[in-house]
C-alpha cells in the first residue's frame, strides 16, 4: 500500500486511526463527570497534539537518523509562523498559500544554519545550533521589531492590506483564517448522552498533514538516503576514510527537518495568526529533544507518541489545582484530606514539571528506547504469555 511494506502499513494505518477518532479516543469520560478533568478532546489541545507530533517527526529525521543533535529548531518553528502571519496580512486568509511559504522560508533558513553548523559535529554541533537560535530568539525580539513586533508578538490588524482577500469583515472585525472558505475555528459538536465529542475542522486539516508528513517520514526511513544517514550515525568517520563525503547528506536531511518545523510553524499560525519571538526560545528546541526521546529516538512512531504524551501534560496536569485535588479527597477525614493534598500540591498545578521530570527519568532508566519499547516489550511479554498457554493446553489435551 503506497508502496510501503506491511508492517509500515500498519503502522501508517495506526496513526490514521489515532488522528482521525481522536475526538473520541481523548474523550473517555462523562462531561459531568469527576474524571472529565482528564478529557483531552478539545480542538485546541487536539491540534497542538499533532502539530508538534509533525515537529517531532521532522526532528526525528535528522537526530534519530543521524545523531545529530540539535537544540536550534525552534529557530525554524518560528519561521514559519512570523512567514505564515505575513502571508495573512499581506495577500489573504487561505491557510495554503502561508503553508508553502513557511516551509520555503524554513528551510532555506535551515540551510544557512545548517551551512554553518555541519562544520562540526557532537557537541559543537549542537553548541552552535544553540547559539544561532538564540541569536535568531534576540533578532525576532528587540532587533528585527518592524518585522517581528517584538516582544508584542506579530498579528493580524484592520490596516493591513490582504491583497486577495478582504481587510475587515462586513461586521468591522479581523476575518479569520480558512481553506477555500472553510472556517479553521468552525467546530461541529456531537452529543451522546453524557459525552460531548468536538471535530474542529483545522484539527482535521493538521490531522491529515500529519498523515502526509508521517508516510513520507516512512519513505525517507526505508530509502536509499535514509540507509546513508544510517551509516553516518553508525560510524561517519569510517565513511570518511572510504571517499565518502558525507556532508551533503547530512544537510540535506538537516533541511528536511528544519522544513518540518517550519511546517509545524505555519500550522500553528494558521490555527491561531499570531507569531512570538517565545518560539524561537531553547525551550522549545528543549520540548521537541524531549518529546523525541521519550518516544523513541530512531522510531517512526515514537515521535508522535512523545509529543502527545508531553502535550497531554502540560495542558492536562498544569490545570490541576488545590480545589480539584479537596474535590477528589473530600470522602478522606479532614486531616488526611489535607496530608493528601499537601504531598501531591508540588506535582501539579505549576509542579507540573516535576512530574514530567520523574517519568522522564524512569523511562530513560527503564525504557531506553522510549515508549515504543515499553510497547514492544508488553508485545512480546503478551506474545510469550500465548504461547505458554498454548503449550499447556497442547499437553492437557495431546492429540490423538
Known sequence: MFGLDKKDTSMLIIVAFLTLFAPFILNPFPTDSAMAQFNAGYPDLMQRFVIFGI????????????????????????????????????????????????????????????????????????????????????????????????????????????ILGVSATADGSIPVTSLFGLEMRSTFELAVGPWAFQFNAGY????????????????????????????????????????????????????????????????????????????????????????????????????????????????IFSKINDNVLHSWFSFMPDGMEDAAVFLLHPFIGKGWHLTLGILFMLVVIFLPGGLVEGGQRIKGWLSRRKSKDSDTSSETNPAE
Open 204 to 315: 482535521y486539516l493538521c490531522a491529515l498533514i500529519l498523515l502526509a508528513a508521517f508516510y513520507l517520514s516512512i519513505r525517507i526511513f526505508r530509502s536509499p538516503f535514509g540507509m546513508m544517514l544510517r551509516a553516518v550515525k553508525s560510524n561517519q568517520q569510517r565513511m570518511n576514510y572510504t571517499g565518502l563525503n558525507t556532508r551533503p547528506y547530512t544537510l540535506a536531511a538537516f533541511v528536511i527537518s528544519g522544513m518540518y518545523a517550519g511546517l509545524a510553524g505555519g500550522l500553528m499560525a494558521s490555527m491561531d495568526p499570531l507569531a512570538g519571538a517565545e518560539r524561537m526560545q531553547w525551550t522549545a528546541s528543549g520540548e521537541v529533544v524531549l518529546m523525541t526521546i521519550l518516544g523513541g529516538a530512531g522510531t517512526l512512531i515514537g515521535p508522535v507518541l512523545g509529543a502527545g504524551f508531553i502535550k497531554y501534560f502540560e495542558n
Open 55 to 162: 515537529f517531532a517527526i521532522g526532528f526525528n529525521i535528522l537526530f534519530g537518523l543521524t545523531g545529530y543533535l540539535s537544540f536550534g529548531h525552534a529557530a525554524f518553528l518560528g519561521a514559519g509562523s512570523y512567514s505564515a502571519v505575513w502571508m495573512f496580512k499581506l495577500v489573504g486568509m487561505n491557510v495554503i498559500p502561508a503553508i508553502v511559504l513557511s516551509v520555503i522560508v524554513a528551510g532555506l533558513f535551515a540551510l544557512l544554519i545548517g551551512f554553518v553548523s555541519l562544520r562540526r559535529s557532537g557537541i559543537y554541533f549542537s553548541i552552535l545550533t544553540l547559539a544561532f537560535a538564540q541569536m535568531s530568539f534576540n533578532l525576532a525580539y528587540s532587533v528585527l521589531t518592524p518585522i517581528t513586533n517584538g516582544e508584542t508578538g506579530l498579528q493580524l490588524t484592520l490596516e493591513d492590506p490582504r
